[in-house]
């Protein structure tokens, strides 16, 4: 369309969100200052933090005592600025009043620039300006001759260039001829030479490739003036010189110049052919893409080693460039290599009788093959310089083809540049839009062999006549180079004494525009003398032939054999062809064909398609009422003219598609204009209506098939809507009237651009300057007409015009006259187009449906030219159009409807184009027709759709609907069509246009004053019929967010997109600036808020990515674990949503988890699929929008209206909002930035929205191809490249997400956008919460309400906040807390604890506005809570509480600033007059002091930061001194758990969790007695035994009734299961089922009684799978590995000789936690101060360095009593509640580790631990030790017992392991193994021990060998059973040895001692001395 209205712009269409105006959008916006930002430069951070460590390693180096100290410090500290009026007494209202004030200043005009636009690909609504149709170029290469240079220089030399495509065997390009001899050389041609044309001096050409590929060659030929002697003669004098030996030939030289001479003087005018070369283009561009600089490319046949033109044939892309599409062969794109400069050293001397084309394409081929021929030859040396690179945009001085100037062309007198004409390999499709009329004559052979007579060296002189008489040769064959620009005639190169030669001539004409009968071309052949001798000629004539050039009417080109007259033509030959046999003349070989040549013609004037050629010339017949008409052989009288033209119309879609397309803008010109004007035949007008439109459909559509890679993203291709846009216009009215085209058709001129890019010379436009008629407006002024839309219709850029490459097919062409004068009949073409679509059927309307697009718009720019031509744009809308064509379109829409919603299942691509062409119709209708009837369309449409719908819940359908409404409601007056005005008065609309005015009788706007407020928040019926489309687009956002409605899940996106996108454009547009008007427009959408809160449960949960710990600016909550995960990734996310809920209490959510509205609402609507995190965030920002920009007096009212639970409702809303749009800080986007993570979640969420929402996969694919050919470097040869460059910026986003790493600016950019969005919305998001404050403060339900805000507030407190929002919502928040006191201290006393936490978070903040706010809210809190009851008891705990929560959790915690905070509380409590006479002031400084002791407690933690078992160590002991307030000390254990959580210590946490339940068990049985409950500590015991030590004994235990104790939420029986449930997941975690089962033991009393099947079913499922783990897993559990870790040294400070058992992961070796502590401790003290020592033996201090600190580390494992084994069977048993510890020391009496087995004795020292593990700490004081000492006998008897085991077990194992068990025989009866049995045997036993006390111990390991050789027996034959026969030889080996060993243990074994058998021993006495004997050390 080319009508460009006023606020065309202002459509969605034209979505302001695209990067450059965004960014002019957030000009100016203030940098928002966040503290996550602000965190101090974590290098300097870390240094302080070493300091520190350095300084003080003790625990104790400030006693908790040293109070004195503490409170100097805090007194002598300064404070933060105190607020002013803070302590005043001021009326609500006015506090109130004074926040809206300071909260609205300064705020963002447009939250949608602060959003950025939606991923989306490609706005349905948006159409591209098709490109302006403009001449074609492939990719244009440029090419410069330097310079030529022989190694003699005796003659002129000439050159000429072309490209050849051997793979298509076609020479693609003319020729370029340059001449580089010397002035000098060129003095030799003198009398030869006219002046020479400044056009033939040209040394640069410029090329274009339009399929580049691997087989394009660039051939330089060279000639030479003809002389005397073959060509081989001729080159040798080239090849035998060297230039190096000049002066010793140079009298042959001076001799070989005086000939060159002669033969210049005399056969000046004549060439031979002389030499030839050429270059494999690609190489060059590759070679040259890949070197660095500009390229120097030598090219000789010396150097090549590898294929001859191949250097590199390694195809190395240059930069590819998405400027140009190109087809054909991927890797050959020109436009980015280097430019490079190649030096050609060799050529080829041509052989005279491989001279055709044929010849050169086989040398071609040859040349790239390794072994060429031509390698063999002798190359001519020579040095031609050639540079080679991309031609520029712009070239100055460059002429085309035709010889015009291209501008800019600054003077003439400058040697130019040549543009050469391209002959493209292939079809090119692009219509013609400039002149040309070119034809090439290529002469190829001639064949004399039989005519008599001498003629040897033959040259054809060719000339273009337009008469008989020789003088009637034409000047229009184009010189070469040097010489005039055209001649008469031109000669053919001669081949010496060859009577048949070949030619490769190629003579250019420059064909008249007009041409005749008599014109033609005459062919002479001469026979040339180059001896002189006396009386022979120069040249003698010796044949003639011609081609006459029309033949009936066409032009004639193609291949011709012709035959040779031996004599001059007779008189009037021209007209006849030489193949007529004329009487009387000679002809040579019999009148046969003897001489072959082609002639090829480029020409925008003949179509060279025979059904064109028939069909212009009957309508040209038509105009010049010729009669009869000439077409081929026939002659057409005028009466059966009409069945002719008939079918010439339907015979067009024979004709090729490549002249149709070059014809196109002619053609359908033409074929509107029979529409139009039905002629007038033989008196009859005929109508060619119906005939027309078939043909165009088909035409259409043949252009849409196969030329299917230029199409735009709605399937319309380029030609036809640049067609329409550019080149469609009606032909005029009146005959005489000045018209939009020459001759009343605007057939011709019409374009916007023509040149490439700039303007040509004004020279050039012929004689059309009359198009630019007074008839454009945008030329002539026209005065602009009221209804602005259609302001500037025409020329939609006709100024850009003038002097451009002008189409001209000139007057003179005759059968393209323009068509003038003409009948009066008129038909408007729009109504007869929508009659015979109408009136089609089958076939046809088939294809008018396909394309649609085509006809619909052809129609409304009908519309529009007939209503400005017509002067009828200020006509009121009802009266435009007659009541005949309003019923066309209706139906015309209705039946269309109906093909869309009957078809869509199956031919989903057409529908979808069908869908969208619609919408854009009626879009476009919008504008011109009367609007209630294109409403009344609308409607129909509607309706056919929601009816199907009804009946087949259908995505795909809703689909189409969603982007039908998108497009039309992208109208830009869309608001204006909403009639937004209604319920208040108007204001002076927005928009003035007469349709205002005019469309108020369209039947929708209904003015109900009295309308209830209600209406206006819902789609109730009055809504929808006053605001016609916003309700449209409300109703399918409610439709498709329907929870219930399955199957529209994945349209999701799709429709928050509309929505989202229309909100944008207003909040953008420049007419809606003014708050009011915004009000007013964003009433179009107050129910969208409703329709929000409906879709609530749906929405993505933004609140669920807050984790708990460690999260660096996170506020940390005093409750552990109450939010979703940990931290996303790990999955360990320690406690799940209902847990969450559970703990949390019903009542009242935690403060991080949704509130409990919302929770319970999720689980019961989850199943419907949530939404895309980034659906939600569209929709949540679209909701903000409308809150921002709505009356508050309106929401106030509505709000009053809503029950309680939509109240709450919308406050979870707002909660959720808060999470969404929390800033993320610059950190994450660096992170972004590193990941680009966005790209994985969009995928994700295209994923899901495909998997879930049946959008058909194929219509994805279907949109992806379109897109993707379009932005493909390789989707077409011509396709778009305005069009490309055009979307480049349309569609930032696209490159934007494909960027990857961005700059810093861009970073900066993008957090400070974030910064701002952040704000807004929360502000947003505050000012609502103060509307729902004033409402709620009416209502008689406000507690839960007031509840509700407090929630919201909190939250947003807890996120990541600007200090400007901050201070906002901590005044907000006073306000609340004045006006409501009872509500924080009584109700919601878990917020009050959650206030404590955040204003205390606030008060530690390193912003100081953000401290002062915060101090001046928790100083009035403390205040308020006094004047309540005279002691602030209950925030004074919940304040420590927070602080020690706070502390324990938070990483980058200062407590610089909190101390600063508290002083400035403590300055508060000092000036506050009038409470100074109460104790309240004592008790704020007691509170003060109390906090900041706890900090400095914490400090040190803060310090051991870095070493987690020292900072578990501090965390035990502060909860243990929190031993009397129970709520700190499950504070404490909950922070600890966290810590052991983020380090994956999962049996601590799940230790600390049930020490916290315990903890809870053990306050609650005081509390309450219910049976089923845990009866405190005791219960847990068989979880752990530590856990008694939570047993509230001692004498200062608090009781649980005092106020303000065990309030915590943890102290319920829901928090008890919370707890414990969470334990449970943790021991699940550490792979302790059994301590799970213990757990649930606990656990399953509680639900039993509570009746909670629910619970028991998931309990029982879990305890399922614990132990189908435990049975899984046998055999493959590993816990933990212990090491002994004992420190000496005084850097220790207070760890120095402490010993501990540590507790490390399974599998860790030794060598690992030795590398980490000494590393650890290496960092702390330095490396050379560390040293770990190597053995186990005990240390004594004295021999120690003192400067140095030494680590000892054992490994150890657990120690059991035999008694003990009894009870501990499994691996789980063997490894929890472990106290003891063995590890063993091997020594020898004097002093060496290892000696002989008779003097190797062994220590076995057993540690004992102050607590079990695991415990609720990683390591744990060794509090006893003592040792065993074997002596070497014992250690002997040891060994046999083991060795005995291993063969039983080896023997029994199952499934039996032969590897295992020969390895275990191998040990036992080998031969060689030393110190083996046998030698123990021998050892110990071969005599009996003098000592009596050592009998029993003889007769012990005598046994054992008894028992050992028995199980070698055993194991042997198990053996045998196992082996193959393979190793039946080791068996026997092994039976051997062991035959041998039982021989020589046999009298060993035997030998008993008496003594022993002697029954006179009591048996007691001896077991004494046995015991006494191993010698026993006690250390403790």
């Known amino acids: 369309m080319a009508c460009s209205f006023r606020y065309h712009k202002l459509g969605t269409g034209f979505n302001p969100n695209t990067l450059d105006k965004q960014k002019e959008r957030q000009k100016g916006l203030p940098k928002q200052v966040f503290e996550a930002d602000e965190m101090p430069d974590s290098s300097s951070y870390q240094d302080d933090q070493d300091d520190l460590k350095r300084r003080s390693m003790s625990i104790d180096d400030t006693p908790r005592g040293s109070w004195a100290c503490s409170i100097f410090d805090l007194k002598n500290s300064l404070p933060d600025a ?607 209506g119906q005939a027309c439109f078939e043909v165009m459909a088909s035409i259409v559509n043949r252009l849409h098939k196969y030329l299917d890679t230029n199409q735009d993203m709605h399937g319309r291709n380029s030609l036809l809507s640049s067609y329409i846009h550019y080149v469609f216009r009606l032909p005029s009215t009146d005959p005489n009237s000045p018209s939009p085209g020459p001759g009343g058709l605007g057939g011709s001129v019409h374009y916007a651009t023509m040149a490439r890019s700039a303007v040509r010379p004004a020279s050039l436009n012929l004689n059309r300057s009359r198009s630019l008629s007074n008839s454009n407006p945008d030329i002539s002024g026209t005065p602009t007409s009221p209804d602005d839309e259609v302001r500037s219709i025409i020329g939609s850029k006709a100024m850009e015009r003038c002097g451009n490459r002008m189409s001209s097919h000139t007057e003179s062409a005759s059968f393209l006259q323009t068509l003038t004068g003409r009948l009066p009949t008129k038909k408007l073409f729009h109504e007869e187009l929508a009659l015979q679509w109408v009136v089609s059927s089958g076939s046809v309307r088939e294809g008018a449906l396909q394309q649609a697009w085509f006809f619909f718009e052809l129609m409304v720019k009908s519309i529009i030219h007939h209503l400005y031509f017509t002067d009828r744009l200020e006509s009121p809308r009802k009266n435009r159009f007659p009541e005949r064509f309003m019923d066309d379109i209706t139906a015309l829409v209705s039946t269309i409807a109906g093909d869309i919603v009957s078809r869509f299942q199956k031919d989903l691509e057409l529908v979808e184009r069908l869908n969208m062409s619609l919408a854009f119709f009626l879009n476009d209708l919008l504008s011109v027709m009367d609007r209630g009837f294109v409403f009344s369309l609308i409607r129909a449409y509607w309706k056919q759709v929601s009816t199907k719908l009804y009946a087949l819940q259908n995505p795909t359908l809703e689909s189409l609907r969603l982007d039908f409404l998108r497009i039309v409601c992208s109208h830009e007056h869309y608001v204006t069509l909403n009639l937004p005005c209604s319920l208040l008065t108007p204001p002076a609309s927005p928009s003035p246009s007469v349709s205002s005015a005019t469309s108020q009788s369209s039947g929708f706007s209904t003015h109900v004053q009295d309308q209830k407020i209600a209406n206006m928040f819902e789609l109730s019926v009055p809504f929808r019929e006053q605001h016609y489309l916003a309700g449209l687009v409300l109703s399918e956002l409610s439709v498709i967010l329907d929870p219930d409605n399955e199957g529209m899940f994945g349209l999701h996106k799709k429709v928050v997109s509309v929505v989202h996108n229309l909100l944008s454009s207003h909040d953008s547009d420049p007419r809606y600036a003014d708050p009011e008007v915004k009000a007013r427009v964003a009433m179009l959408y107050l129910p969208l808020i409703s329709i929000v809160m409906e879709a609530l449960p749906q929405l993505h949960d933004f609140t669920e990515s807050h984790n708990q710990w460690g999260r660096p600016g996170g506020p940390q909550g005093a409750a552990v674990g109450t939010s979703g995960e940990e931290t996303e990734g790990e999955g360990n996310s320690m406690i799940s949503q209902t847990v969450a809920m559970a703990i949390a209490g019903t009542s009242t959510a935690s403060p991080m988890s949704r509130p409990s509205s919302f929770l319970l609402n999720s689980q019961a609507s989850r199943q419907h699929g949530s939404f895309s995190a980034e659906s939600s965030r569209s929709l949540l920002i679209c909701l903000l929008w409308v809150l921002k920009n709505a009356d508050e007096l309106v929401l106030q009212k509505w709000f009053t209206d809503l029950s309680v639970s939509q109240l709450n409702r919308l406050l979870d809303l707002l909660y959720l909002c808060v999470s969404c749009f929390e800033y993320k800080g610059k950190k994450a986007f660096e992170r972004m930035n590193s990941l680009t993570f966005k790209k994985s979640k969009d995928m994700k969420a295209k994923l899901e929205e495909a998997i879930l929402g049946s959008i058909g996969a194929r219509q994805e694919m279907v949109r992806r191809s379109r897109g993707q050919l379009e932005r493909s470097p390789s989707g077409s040869a011509f396709g778009s490249q305005e069009n490309l460059r055009w979307r480049k910026d349309m569609t930032h986003w696209r490159q934007n997400s494909e960027k990857m790493d961005k700059t810093r600016a861009e970073l900066e950019h993008e957090a400070l956008i974030d910064g701002n969005l952040a704000t807004e919305a929360n502000l947003i998001i505050l000012d609502t919460l103060e509307i729902i404050v004033q409402t709620a403060s009416v209502t008689e339900s406000k507690e839960s309400i007031l509840g509700g805000v407090l929630k919201v507030l909190l939250h947003s407190m807890a996120c990541n906040q600007s200090a400007l929002y901050l201070q906002h919502c901590f005044a907000t928040q006073r306000a609340l807390v004045s006006k409501f006191p009872e509500l924080l201290f009584e109700e919601e006393t878990e917020q009050c604890a959650d206030l404590c936490l955040r204003l205390l978070r606030s008060c530690s903040s390193s912003i100081s506005t953000i401290r002062s706010h915060a101090s001046a809210s928790l100083y009035l809190l403390m205040r308020q809570n006094f004047e309540i009851g005279n002691n602030f008891a209950r925030v004074k705990m919940q304040v420590t509480m927070s602080l020690s929560s706070l502390v324990g959790t938070s990483q980058n915690f200062n407590e610089e600033f909190l101390r600063r905070s508290l002083k400035t509380i403590l300055t508060y409590a000092e000036e506050d007059l009038e409470l100074r006479e109460t104790t309240f002031p004592d008790q704020v400084q007691d509170l003060v002091f109390n906090l900041h002791m706890i900090l400095s407690d914490t400090v040190k933690m803060k310090e051991h930061q870095e070493d987690p078992e020292m900072l578990i160590d501090l965390m035990y002991r502060i909860a243990k001194g929190y031993q009397t307030s129970p709520d700190l000390r499950l504070t404490w254990l909950q922070n600890m758990a966290g810590k052991h959580s983020e380090r994956n210590n999962h049996a601590e946490a799940a230790q600390c969790l049930v020490h916290s339940a315990a903890l809870v068990a053990e306050y609650l049985s005081m509390l309450e007695d219910r049976k089923y409950l845990p009866v405190g500590c005791v219960t847990f015991q068989n979880i752990s035994s530590n856990v008694l030590e939570e047993s509230a004994v001692s004498d200062d235990v608090v009781s649980p009734d005092e106020e303000g104790i065990c309030s915590g939420k943890y102290f319920t029986e829901i928090g008890l299961v919370g707890l414990l449930e969470q334990a449970a997941a943790s021991f699940s975690m550490a792979g302790m089922y059994e301590a799970v089962n213990e757990v ?111 680590i000892q580390i054992t490994y150890v494992e657990p120690y059991f009593d035999t008694y003990e084994m009894k009870d501990r069977i499994t691996y789980f048993d063997k490894n929890y509640n472990l106290r003891r510890f063995v590890y063993c020391t091997p020594f020898t009496l004097d002093g060496r580790a290892h000696g002989d087995l008779h003097e190797q004795f062994k220590r076995k020292t057993i540690l004992t631990t102050s607590h079990a593990f695991p415990y609720i700490k990683t390591r744990i004081n060794i509090i006893h030790k003592e040792e065993i000492i074997s002596t070497p006998i014992e250690v002997a008897i040891e060994d046999m017992q083991k060795k005995t085991q291993e063969l039983a077990f080896a023997t029994h194992q199952d499934p039996a392991d032969a590897k295992m068990l020969q390895m275990v025989l191998q040990g036992s009866v080998g031969t060689t193994v030393n110190q083996g049995p046998l030698e123990v045997a021998q050892v110990f036993l071969s005599e009996i021990p003098s000592d009596p006390k050592l009998y029993r111990h003889h007769n012990k390991l005598r046994l054992c060998f008894k028992d050992f050789t028995k199980r070698c027996e055993d194991a042997l034959r198990k053996n045998k059973s196992l082996i193959g026969p393979d190793q039946k030889e080791y068996q026997r080996e092994l039976e051997r040895n062991y035959h041998r060993l039982k021989e020589a243990l046999q009298p060993l074994i035997n030998r008993k001692i008496p003594q022993l058998y002697k029954p006179v021993l009591q048996v007691n006495s001896h077991r004494d001395s046995f015991s006494r004997m191993s010698l026993r050390k006690l250390d403790i």
Not at 401 to 422: G, H, M, N
């Open 82 to 688: 105190l607020l002013p009026h803070l302590l005043d007494r001021a009326p609500n209202e006015e506090i109130d009043r004074h926040n809206e004030d300071q909260r609205k200043a300064n705020r963002h005009r447009e939250l949608f620039a602060l959003h950025p636009a939606l991923d989306e690909e490609e706005p349905v609504e948006r159409h591209c300006v098709p490109e302006v149709p403009k001449e074609h170029f492939g990719q244009r290469l440029l090419v410069k001759c330097l310079s030529l240079k022989f190694e003699i220089e005796i003659e002129p030399i000439f050159a000429s260039l072309a490209l050849y495509d051997v793979k298509e065997k076609k020479k693609i390009s003319e020729n370029f001829f340059f001449d580089l001899n010397s002035e000098q050389t060129k003095a030799m041609l003198r009398p030869h030479i006219q002046t020479a044309a400044i056009s033939t001096l040209a040394r640069s050409a410029i090329f274009s490739i339009t399929y580049p590929s691997q087989d394009v060659f660039l051939v330089i030929k060279l000639e030479k003036v003809l002389q005397q002697g073959d060509i081989g003669e001729c080159a040798e004098p080239y090849m035998v010189f060297k230039e190096s030996d000049a002066a010793k030939n140079k009298e042959k030289l001076e001799k070989l110049r005086g000939q060159s001479e002669q033969f210049c003087q005399r056969l000046g005018r004549y060439r031979m052919p002389f030499a030839w070369t050429a270059i494999h283009l690609m190489n060059i561009v590759n070679s040259a893409g890949s070197l660095e600089r500009d390229t120097e490319l030598e090219m000789s046949l010396s150097e090549r080693k590898g294929s001859w033109s191949e250097r590199r044939n390694s195809s190395i892309m240059g930069r590819r460039s998405l400027e140009r599409t190109t087809s054909g062969d991927e890797s050959c794109s020109l436009t980015g290599f280097r430019p490079a400069t190649l030096t050609i050293t060799n050529f080829f001397k041509q052989e005279g009788d491989r001279l055709s084309d044929e010849d050169l394409y086989k040398f071609l081929a040859d040349m790239r093959r390794p072994s060429s021929v031509l390698r063999r030859l002798r190359p001519i040396t020579a040095q031609l310089k050639l540079d080679i690179s991309p031609a520029p945009e712009n070239p100055h001085y460059c002429l085309t083809p035709d010889l015009l100037q291209v501008k800019p062309y600054p003077d003439s007198r400058v040697r130019p540049t040549r543009e050469i004409l391209e002959f493209p390999a292939r079809d090119v499709y692009v219509p013609n839009t400039i002149y040309r009329n070119l034809l090439y004559v290529n002469p190829q052979s001639l064949n004399f062999a039989n005519r008599q007579g001498s003629a040897r060296n033959i040259t054809v002189k060719v000339q273009f006549m337009n008469g008989e008489d020789p003088s009637n040769a034409m000047p229009v064959i184009f010189g070469k180079s040097s010489c005039a620009d055209f001649y008469k005639e031109a000669y053919t190169a001669v081949v010496y004494h060859n009577r048949s030669p070949d030619f490769h001539d190629e003579i250019k004409i420059k064909l008249p525009a007009s041409l005749s009968d008599h014109h033609h071309i005459l062919f002479t052949f001469y026979h040339v003398s180059c001896q002189q001798k006396q009386n022979t000629p120069l040249e003698t004539p010796v044949g003639y032939t011609w081609i006459p050039m029309l033949q009936n009417g066409r032009l004639r080109t193609g291949h011709f054999c012709l035959p040779v007259s031996l004599e001059k033509p007779p008189q009037s030959y021209s007209v006849l062809s030489p193949d007529v046999p004329l009487p009387g003349m000679k002809w040579v070989d019999n009148h046969r064909g003897v001489f072959n040549v082609e002639v090829v013609a480029v020409s925008t004037i003949h179509t060279q398609d025979q059904y064109l050629d028939k069909f212009f010339a009957l309508v040209h017949a038509l105009d010049e009422h010729m009669f009869p008409v000439r077409i081929g052989d026939m002659r057409i009288m005028e009466n059966n003219l009409e069945t002719e033209l008939k079918s010439s119309i339907a015979a067009l879609n024979s004709s090729q598609l490549e002249p149709i397309v070059r014809f196109l803008h002619l053609l359908l010109d033409k074929l509107v204009l029979l529409v139009v004007r039905p002629p007038v035949i033989a008196g009859q007008i005929v109508n060619l």
């Open 1640 to 1750: 649930y033991k606990v656990l399953i009393p509680i639900h039993e009684a509570n009746r909670d099947a629910k619970k028991l079913a998931t309990i029982h499922g879990k305890l399922q799978e614990a132990f189908g783990k435990i049975v899984h897993q046998d055999g493959k559990r590993m816990f933990g590995t212990y090491f002994r870790v004992g420190f000496y040294g005084t850097k220790f400070g207070d760890l120095d000789e402490q010993e501990f058992v540590y507790k490390e992961p399974a599998i860790t070796k030794l060598a690992e936690i030795s590398h980490r502590l000494e590393g650890f401790y290496g960092e702390r003290f330095g490396e050379d101060q560390v040293e770990v020592i190597k053995d186990s033996n005990p240390v004594d201090k004295c021999k120690l360095d003192p400067n140095k600190a030494f």
